[in-house]
């Protein structure tokens, strides 16, 4: 609770039975229904993109992140046939090469703020315990990055609960 004393807001411990949703109600706040079990997920998971017959990688999750990215490198987009080759860091260290279909070119924001264009891929992402969907993914050069993969907002929207304070919560391959 909190109470107004002097123009200084004060915090109050209290306990409340309400769920979250009832507390944002009864204080005006907005608050949406959650019916779908979510998966909890740590700040990273093992994953693999069976589309691209890639082993397994680890992925850093990004809430702050809109897009999911892959990294890639020798990136060549053959524009009349939509093709796009590249090769991608395996978990091992080892470049891979990988060949798909493109679906767009996007212009996204880095990290750093900086405007630039992408290719956009579609692939299966799966999870340890055979949970799998359909994600975009910009293809970017990732490799002064800690992680080959970050799972950003869209794909996880949805589907998952992070805890930040843990990883590989699903397990591994």
Same mark, same amino acid.
């Given at each position: 609770?909190?109470?107004?004393?002097?123009? %200084?807001?004060?915090?109050?411990?209290?306990?409340?039975?309400?769920?979250?949703a009832? !507390? @944002?109600? $009864?204080?005006?706040?907005?608050? &949406?229904?959650?019916?779908d #079990?979510?998966?909890?997920?740590?700040?990273?998971?093992?994953?693999?993109?069976?589309?691209l @017959?890639?082993?397994?990688?680890?992925?850093?999750?990004?809430? *702050?992140?809109?897009?999911?990215?892959?990294?890639?490198?020798? !990136?060549?987009?053959?524009?009349?046939?939509?093709?796009? $080759? +590249?090769?991608? %860091?395996?978990?091992? *260290?080892?470049?891979? #090469?990988?060949?798909?279909? @493109?679906?767009?070119?996007?212009h996204?924001?880095?990290? *750093?703020?900086?405007?630039?264009?992408? %290719?956009?891929i579609? @692939?299966?992402? &799966? +999870?340890? *315990?055979?949970?799998? +969907?359909?994600?975009?993914?910009?293809?970017?050069?990732?490799?002064?990055?800690?992680? #080959?993969?970050?799972?950003?907002?869209?794909?996880?929207?949805?589907?998952?609960? %992070?805890?930040?304070?843990?990883?590989?919560?699903?397990?591994?391959?």
């Open positions: 609770m909190m109470n107004e004393k002097q123009g %200084i807001w004060q915090c109050k411990p209290a306990w409340s039975t309400d769920t979250s009832e !507390i @944002a109600h $009864h204080l005006q706040l907005p608050a &949406s229904e959650i019916h #079990p979510r998966l909890l997920i740590g700040r990273r998971e093992w994953i693999a993109l069976p589309d @017959a890639l082993s397994p990688l680890i992925a850093k999750i990004d809430t *702050g992140a809109r897009t999911s990215t892959l990294h890639a490198e020798k !990136i060549h987009f053959d524009e009349q046939t939509g093709i796009v $080759h +590249f090769h991608t %860091i395996g978990h091992d *260290g080892i470049l891979q #090469p990988c060949t798909c279909r @493109a679906i767009k070119v996007k996204v924001r880095n990290s *750093g703020g900086i405007g630039q264009s992408r %290719i956009v579609r @692939a299966t992402l &799966s +999870f340890p *315990g055979d949970f799998s +969907f359909v994600t975009d993914f910009t293809l970017a050069n990732r490799k002064a990055m800690r992680y #080959p993969v970050l799972l950003g907002r869209r794909a996880l929207n949805g589907k998952f609960v %992070i805890d930040p304070q843990h990883t590989h919560l699903l397990g591994s391959f």
